[in-house]
C-alpha cells in the first residue's frame, strides 16, 4: 500500500508540473512572443511568407521546397508516433509476467494497463497534430504561390491569411513534439512512480532552455517591445 502511495502523489505531482509549466509557456507566447521561441519564430515566418509573395516568380521554388521539408518533418513524426502505437497496442493486448525490476510503485495489472493507455494517447495525439500539420503545409505549399498582386484583392490581407496557415502548420507540429516528449515521463512511469517524477523535473529544465529566446527576451533583462527595441538602437 505504501508503494502505490507513491503513486498516488508523485504521478500526479509530476504531471502537474508539466502542465504548470505549458500554461507559463503560453502565456508568455500570448503576452510576451518576443520572449519565446515559438513567438519569435511565428514572427519570422510571417515576414517569410511575405518575402515570399511579394515576388512569388523568382521565389516560389523555394517556399515549396522549404514547404516540403516541413511536410517531410511532420509526416516523419507521424509515421514514427502511429508505429510506436501500434507497438504499444501489441504490449496492451499481449500477456505474460510484466513484474519489470519495479524498485516502487503499483505492480497489479491494472496499474500496467493504465500505463501503456496513457502512452498509447500519446502518440495518438502526435499522430493526430503531425497530420493537421501536413494538411496546412500543404494548403500552404498551394497558396503561396498565387500572383496575388496581379489580382484585384487586397496583397496584405492574403499575406496575412497564408502566414496564419503557415503558423497554424508549425503550431501543430510543436504540439506532436510536446506529445512525444510527455511520453517520456509516461514510460519511465512504467519503471515506478520515482523516475517519472525525476523525469518531469529534468523536463521541465530542459524544456525551458528550448522554449525562452534569451538573446532577445530575458536574456538582455529588458521586457521592451520591439519598437522600444527598435528606438533604444537607433537612439544608440
Known sequence: MEKQFLDYVLVPLGLLLMVSYHIWLLHQILKH???????FNAINRRLWVRAMMEDSSKNGVLAVQTLRNNIMASTLLASTAIMLSSLIAV???????RSIGLIFGDKSEFGFSMKFFFILVCFLLAFLFNVQSIRYYSHASMLINVPFKKM????????VYVGTTVNRGSYFWSLGLRAFYFSFPLFLWIFGPIPMFLCCIV??????????????????????????????????
Request: hydrophobic share 35%; no cysteine.
Open 203 to 236: 523536463l521541465v529544465f530542459l524544456l525551458y532552455f528550448l522554449d525562452v529566446t534569451f538573446d532577445y527576451g530575458w536574456g538582455r533583462g529588458s521586457a521592451a517591445s520591439p519598437e522600444e527595441e527598435e528606438k533604444d538602437e537607433e537612439a544608440n
Open 91 to 97: 504490449l496492451m493486448t499481449g500477456s505474460g509476467n
Open 152 to 159: 484585384a484583392t487586397n496583397f496584405l490581407d492574403n499575406t
Open 33 to 39: 512572443p518576443n520572449r519565446t521561441i515559438v513567438g
